[in-house]
């Protein structure tokens, strides 16, 4: 079943913050987040093994919960180059470990 | 460069013919290969999970027939759709999943329309 991501789209201005949500009905193996400009393909961001795990690199960062059912992401003092597509990919347990992204959310950065 | 090379970026054909995808991993093995799809405005869904070797896996409501899953090498999978139809029209994307760190890498991805 395809994770629940929220909000569907967020418009900010340059320097803003914005938290993007994504939501499991069952525990995951991991979870992985993407970028997609419009006509690429995603770019990978960062990914989270460990229920409580908290992680990130420059302004962007990310959070796993403890059941391992939901992520964050977390951008801040947001810039222009930040607009695109965010997606979270649950990757599954088991023999296939197959990643099944979310909803997705359209974030666009205004000067 | 490119970790994952897929070709072709852009394919028009007419109703009734077939198109192959191919995705390439250049920098390391992957026994494992994803074929997703993508409309405009939404996500991507995954179609099927291509394994080195054996039968590609179908997630529920992709016809097997009508797309063609081969992944004849460590490095090659190729994705061909049969008897294309306006509705096959789609952004086809390819990833490869690196052995050691579990990303996965994406293809630039092909986009069909079919006329």
């Known amino acids: 079943q395809q994770p629940v991501q929220s909000p569907q789209a967020v418009i900010l201005r340059e320097g803003e913050d914005a938290v993007i949500n994504c939501s499991s009905s069952?525990?995951?193996?991991?979870v992985h987040w993407y970028r997609q400009k419009h006509g690429e393909a995603p770019i990978f961001l960062m990914i989270?093994?460990?229920?409580?795990e908290q992680k990130g690199h420059d302004k962007i960062s990310a959070s796993f919960n403890e059941k391992k059912q939901q992520s964050s992401l977390y951008l801040t003092a947001s810039q222009l180059s930040y607009s695109g597509t965010y997606f979270c990919g649950p990757r599954e347990g088991g023999a296939t470990n197959k990643l099944i992204f979310g909803t997705g959310t359209l974030l666009a950065v205004q000067p | 460069g490119a970790v994952v090379s897929q070709h072709p970026s852009r394919v028009i054909c007419k109703s009734g013919t077939s198109v192959k995808i191919e995705c390439r991993s250049l920098?390391?093995?992957?026994?494992?290969m994803f074929w997703y799809r993508q409309f405009p405005k939404q996500s991507l869904m995954l179609m099927a999970t291509?394994?080195?070797?054996?039968?590609?896996?179908?997630e529920q409501g992709v016809e097997k027939d009508k797309f063609l899953i081969n992944h004849a090498s460590l490095t090659l999978s190729t994705l061909t759709v049969t008897s294309a139809h306006p509705e096959d029209s789609s952004f086809y994307i390819c990833?490869?999943?690196?052995?050691?760190?579990?990303?996965?890498?994406f293809g630039e991805g092909s986009r069909l329309t079919v006329l």
């Open positions: 291509s394994n080195e070797g054996s039968k590609a896996t179908y």
């Open positions: 990833s490869a999943r690196h052995p050691s760190t579990g990303e996965l890498f």
């Open positions: 989270l093994l460990k229920g409580g």
């Open positions: 069952k525990a995951l193996y991991s």
């Open positions: 920098d390391f093995q992957a026994t494992t």
